[in-house]
């Protein structure tokens, strides 16, 4: 199925599936979402000074308890916020890496949920009189204000379920063991160049039931834990077919989710990766909303059991094969002899403005026969030859100055490298399809190899036809 009928889908309109068995509620409320999206973050990288105030405001209202539970090595408080009161006690942390925020966005909507009156009480009642849900949102506060994996002493929180030497993992250990918590949700985010298996399907969402011992013996709570993913997965499908895959599991001692699957609570791991055109995680954050109320009802109706593990084990595997862009099989001309080879590129982010923003750097992350890969643009470059840009020889004033020029006609004459006497912040020209050099810069070789980040030209009957800047492919039109 192509990408294009899958946004459709995903933004309402019909969905014809095989999967009867998803609850009609979860689909109308697909469409109704934006009642409950907490529009003060809209991006990855938000910090826990805008948190904060989201929790805050939760105290007081039907059916919430937020209560401060900790503090961060760097003193920031971490919350706990509690709904419902029912014998069945669910468990959730997010951000227990700090640059993993998928989750902690679909939780601030989920808050939301719960508070309004409409037509969904049904599923509201449900929950609150089934259910006692437990929320640890950004579990390590000091690693999402460095947008970082680790905490301040650049310690894996998620490492630390043995020694619990940090405070944010000690904690966590603390309140699974004073709730007792029946399931527990394990919310993280992955890479995005994870696919589903072989396939060129991004691993938009991965699950995981992890092992308790490295026999990766199933008891019945592990057992639970599969086929509650069985259903999160049934319900995925009607929105991102052949996108769900799951983690990878080989028994980690050290893991808070392996630990809490051995310490008595079923677990469960929730990856968010990536999705084509999402790159601030917006849609998934959609999906993800829905998708913790879909879990919900199944562990309040007990209708996880219906479905079997080999619907979990029928899951392929994460396999990062993903790319930000490819070109293939074009020429590459060598001290006069021709190759012809695939190009791939990937994107780094880097941060400024401490870390709340960021600008690309593209680089080429492999080259040669990238046939096993698939890229999220794609470009089949047979028959044309890889020509390096050059360098304008004129030094402008100002990227005003440059935007006034024909973009089109200086590629046609060969030029993607502009000198000028003041480069602006990164962040206003990454997506440029021209590399701005200081006013003193000499001419960069473009060197076509892994590591490096050339600028080129796709050129076919003596015409240039694509440029390809900082990992960017654009056609000159």
């Given at each position: 199925m192509?990408?294009?009928?899958?946004y459709?889908?995903f933004?309402?309109?019909?969905?014809f599936?095989?999967?009867?068995?998803?609850?009609?509620?979860?689909?109308?409320l697909?469409?109704r979402?934006?009642?409950?999206?907490e529009?003060?973050?809209?991006?990855?990288?938000?910090?826990?000074?805008?948190?904060?105030?989201?929790?805050?405001a939760?105290?007081?209202?039907p059916?919430?308890?937020?209560r401060?539970?900790?503090?961060?090595?760097?003193?920031?408080?971490?919350y706990?916020?509690?709904?419902?009161?029912g014998?069945?006690?669910?468990?959730?942390?997010s951000?227990m890496?700090?640059?993993?925020?998928t989750?902690?966005?679909a939780?601030l909507?989920?808050?939301?949920?719960?508070?309004?009156?409409?037509?969904?009480?049904?599923?509201?009642?449900?929950?609150?009189?089934?259910?006692?849900?437990?929320?640890?949102?950004?579990?390590?506060?000091?690693?999402?204000?460095?947008?970082?994996r680790?905490?301040?002493i650049?310690?894996?929180?998620?490492?630390?379920?043995?020694?619990?030497?940090?405070p944010?993992?000690?904690?966590?250990?603390?309140i699974?063991?004073?709730?007792?918590?029946?399931?527990?949700?394990?919310?993280h985010?992955?890479s995005?160049?994870?696919?589903?298996?072989?396939t060129?399907?991004e691993?938009?969402?991965?699950f995981?039931?992890?092992?308790?011992?490295?026999?990766?013996?199933?008891?019945?709570?592990?057992?639970?834990a599969?086929q509650l993913?069985?259903?999160?997965?049934?319900?995925?499908?009607q929105y991102?077919?052949g996108q769900?895959?799951?983690?990878?599991?080989?028994?980690?001692?050290?893991?808070f989710?392996?630990?809490?699957?051995?310490?008595g609570t079923?677990t469960?791991?929730?990856?968010c990766?990536?999705?084509?055109?999402?790159p601030?995680?917006?849609?998934i954050?959609?999906?993800?909303?829905?998708?913790?109320?879909?879990?919900?009802?199944?562990?309040?109706?007990?209708?996880?059991?219906?479905?079997?593990?080999?619907?979990?084990?029928?899951?392929?595997?994460?396999d990062?094969h993903?790319?930000d862009l490819?070109?293939?099989?074009?020429?590459?001309?060598e001290?006069?002899?021709?190759y012809?080879?695939?190009?791939g590129f990937?994107?780094?982010?880097?941060?400024y403005?401490s870390?709340?923003?960021f600008?690309y750097n593209?680089?080429?992350t492999?080259?040669g026969?990238?046939?096993?890969s698939?890229?999220?643009?794609?470009?089949?470059?047979s028959?044309?030859?890889?020509?390096p840009?050059k360098?304008y020889?004129?030094?402008?004033?100002s990227?005003?100055s440059?935007?006034?020029k024909?973009?089109?006609?200086?590629?046609?004459?060969?030029?993607?490298?502009v000198?000028l006497?003041?480069?602006?912040?990164?962040?206003?020209?990454?997506?440029?399809?021209?590399?701005?050099?200081?006013?003193?810069?000499?001419?960069?070789?473009?060197?076509?190899r892994?590591?490096?980040?050339?600028?080129?030209?796709l050129v076919k009957?003596g015409?240039?036809?694509?440029?390809?800047?900082?990992?960017?492919?654009y056609?000159?039109?």
């Open positions: 192509g990408k294009l009928l899958l459709i889908l933004w309402g309109l019909p969905v599936s095989c999967l009867a068995q998803s609850p009609s509620w979860a689909d109308d697909i469409n979402y934006d009642r409950y999206r529009n003060a973050i809209s991006d990855r990288r938000f910090k826990h000074a805008e948190l904060e105030p989201q929790l805050l939760l105290a007081g209202k059916g919430f308890e937020v401060e539970r900790g503090r961060s090595i760097e003193g920031r408080p971490i706990l916020v509690r709904y419902g009161s014998p069945v006690k669910v468990l959730l942390w951000q890496h700090g640059d993993e925020s989750a902690t966005m939780l909507d989920l808050f939301n949920f719960l508070q309004a009156d409409d037509e969904f009480n049904g599923i509201r009642s449900l929950i609150r009189e089934q259910l006692s849900l437990y929320f640890i949102p950004m579990l390590n506060p000091d690693g999402a204000e460095k947008y970082q680790r905490n301040a650049d310690i894996d929180i998620n490492r630390d379920a043995l020694r619990l030497q940090t944010e993992g000690a904690l966590l250990k603390k699974r063991d004073e709730v007792d918590a029946d399931w527990g949700f394990n919310l985010d992955q995005r160049y994870n696919a589903v298996g072989l060129p399907g691993a938009t969402f991965s995981l039931a992890p092992a308790f011992d490295p026999a990766k013996s199933i008891n019945e709570n592990r057992e639970n599969m993913i069985a259903v999160l997965n049934r319900w995925l499908q991102i077919p769900v895959a799951r983690f990878d599991d080989t028994f980690e001692p050290r893991a989710g392996d630990n809490m699957q051995r310490w079923r469960i791991l929730i990856e990766g990536g999705l084509d055109q999402d601030e995680k917006q849609k954050r959609k999906l993800h909303f829905v998708l913790f109320l879909v879990a919900f009802e199944a562990i309040a109706r007990e209708s996880y059991e219906t479905l079997s593990v080999r619907d979990y084990e029928n899951l392929d595997y994460n990062r993903l790319i490819v070109i293939r099989d074009a020429r590459l001309v001290n006069g002899k021709s012809i080879v695939d190009i990937n994107r780094n982010e880097s941060p403005n870390s709340r923003n600008y593209g680089f080429i492999d080259m026969d990238l046939s096993t698939h890229g999220y643009d794609e470009l089949f470059a028959g044309y030859t890889i020509e840009g360098l020889p004129s030094v402008l004033s990227l005003s440059l935007k006034q024909n973009f089109a006609d200086l590629h046609r004459q060969g030029y993607t490298d000198r006497q003041n480069v602006p912040n990164r962040s206003e020209y990454d997506q440029l399809p021209f590399r701005l050099l200081k006013s003193t810069a000499k001419a960069p070789k473009n060197a076509i892994v590591g490096e980040n050339p600028s080129f030209f009957d015409r240039r036809a694509y440029v390809v800047v900082n990992g960017f492919l056609k000159i039109e």
